[in-house]
């Protein structure tokens, strides 16, 4: 299998790795991005074509007469996207020549390592998701421990809650300041070549300073720290591996969507996540190792969680056709609610800017104490908000306070994201979403389609990114039948963000994790190791 893989993906003329001697000192070179060449060589009267930066010296053309490529007026940009002048007399068969072989060398690497990281991100994650769930029932089932003395474990309550958030918020300052908040914004700016990889020690912070602040009763997901710990251990495996640096910006992509992928049970929506969020462009590489990895992370997750859903909803049947022109109005108000969503959390954070003289566990610990009393007289409203959403797509929260919880969430969440600590967005906006949607469902007596709906639609006008909005809410629920009226909802919801000139959330929050990271030149400064970082 090895020999017919290399027959057909590699050439057979190559440079050889101890050759360079043998040839003239004459050589031109176009950059193609940032880790790869064409390299122009002459050798025995002759020129020759080369391809370098992958895994291995590729020859493209050989044998072509002098003089027949310039690349005096090449520039940095990937040259497939250069107009023709450009390449002056380089034949178009070794464009395509060294598109084609690029995608090929090193695939098979690429391919195992990203199985391997799926794999260990999706034990990683799997854990702490369990973790979370046994931290989950101890805060619901505290209250009842405590019916005799209901102040005195209300006290208790709200001085765990607050020692637990100033513990998670000690971890992240003192050891690993990129892992508070969601991360995914930290993982963007490495996939963009602004900031270097995090180092191993992200992953216990995350987890541990996770489990603390979400076990503690803050409105924060799972998800983002899944999404940065997968990413975290992927670019360690790349390292380990010795892949190149275009490969390790590769893995370290997949590795995050297989973080997404174990959080939430969904290995299509970790896929899509990669394609649509991460990278926001459908390349080969990133593709496969997208899909292998996220394919891998649920099969190692579900060896600890089992093949269960996150949400066991009733039997769906189709809204019809004016249930489908229904949801272009719930979009529109869920594109509404997405940019007062937005607004909020990027005001939340501009104040604890500056309330900055404060020692960020002080802050940590205030928002702490409020969870922890919210946990004591309502424990469904504090957390991540898995049980809250279970209970409004099943109906049994009340029509008449579903205004109030959602303000009550929104602020939570905005001051939980605010605190400093490890906890990500795509649950708690999940739980307004289907509270929205079930509201507006509610006067048209179909509640639970609409709630499901609303989910993708705020999700869409929060994140832009709907795709992976309607694939998690499809795959969280294991039912297909609303994809149309998703589709109709997200419509509507992304292009009235848009006309509102409300950024994506994520976009905004990179914009503050690299002006942050600006002023902290002694973690900069050591830069990113070489050949492993984009």
């Known amino acids: 299998m090895w020999l017919i893989f290399r027959r057909a993906f590699y050439r057979k003329i190559r440079v050889p790795e101890t050759g360079h001697s043998e040839l003239s000192a004459a050589v031109e070179s176009c950059p193609l991005g940032r880790q790869r060449q064409l390299v122009l060589i002459q050798r025995g009267g002759k020129e020759h074509l080369i391809l370098r930066g992958g895994a291995k010296e590729v020859a493209i053309e050989t044998g072509l007469a002098p003089d027949s490529c310039d690349f005096s007026k090449s520039d940095e940009r990937e040259p497939f996207e250069m107009p ?35 794999a260990g991100a999706g034990l990683i994650c799997g854990l702490f998701r369990l973790a979370l769930e046994t931290a989950d029932r101890l805060r619901t089932t505290f209250p009842t421990w405590w019916q005799g003395g209901p102040l005195l474990g209300c006290l208790v309550l709200i001085a765990i809650a607050a020692a637990a958030g100033a513990s998670s918020a000690f971890l992240v300052r003192r050891f690993s300041t990129h892992a508070a908040g969601s991360g995914i914004p930290h993982v963007e700016a490495v996939l963009n070549g602004e900031l270097p990889p995090a180092p191993f020690i992200l ?88 899909l292998g990895a996220s394919g891998s992370a649920i099969v190692a997750a579900r060896l600890l969680m089992g093949p269960k859903p996150m949400f066991e909803v009733a039997a769906i049947t189709d809204p ?50 409020g969870a922890g009393a919210l946990a004591w007289f309502a424990p469904s409203l504090a957390g991540g908000g898995e049980l809250l959403a279970q209970r409004t797509l099943d109906g049994h929260e009340p029509l008449a306070i579903l205004p109030f919880l959602f303000l009550l969430r929104l602020l939570l969440g905005a001051a939980s994201y605010s605190a400093g600590t490890p906890g990500g967005l795509f649950a708690p906006l999940l739980v307004l979403g289907a509270q929205t949607g079930f509201s507006f469902g509610a006067f048209f007596n179909q509640a639970l389609p609409f709630a499901i709906v609303g989910m993708a639609a705020l999700f869409a006008a929060i994140v832009r990114a709907p795709l992976t909005g309607m694939i998690l809410v499809t795959e969280m629920t294991a039912s297909s039948m609303l994809l149309l009226p998703m589709l109709a909802a997200c419509f509507s919801a992304m292009a009235v963000a848009t006309l509102l000139r409300q950024p994506p959330i994520y976009d905004s929050l990179k914009k503050r994790t690299l002006r942050l990271a600006s002023k902290e030149p002694s973690d900069l400064s050591r830069g990113p190791e070489p050949g492993h970082s984009p």
Not at 85 to 91: G, I, N, T, Y
Not at 239 to 264: E, K, N, Q, S
Not at 273 to 287: D, I, P, S
């Open 84 to 118: 023709p002048q450009k390449w002056r007399s380089v034949p178009a068969l070794s464009l395509i020549r060294a598109e084609r072989i690029y995608a090929s060398s090193g695939l098979l690497s690429l391919a195992i390592a990203s199985g391997l990281a799926g």
């Open 320 to 369: 019809g056709f004016s249930g489908n022109l229904l949801c272009f109005a719930l979009g529109i108000i869920a594109g509404l609610l997405g940019v007062a969503y937005n607004r909020v959390h990027l005001e939340a954070l501009a104040l604890s800017d500056r309330l900055a003289h404060w020692p960020v566990e002080v802050r940590a610990a205030i928002v702490g104490a």
């Open 203 to 290: 992953i216990p912070v995350k987890f541990v300073g996770g489990l603390l602040s979400i076990g503690a009763g803050f409105a924060l997901g799972r998800e983002g720290p899944s999404v940065q710990m997968g990413a975290a251990f992927a670019n360690l495996l790349g390292r380990i591996f010795g892949l190149t640096a275009t490969d390790c910006c590769c893995l370290l992509a997949a590795g995050a969507g297989a973080g997404l992928a174990a959080a939430f049970n969904a290995p299509l929506a970790g896929s899509a996540f990669v394609l649509e969020e991460l990278v926001r462009k459908f390349e080969t590489r990133h593709a496969i190792a997208a």
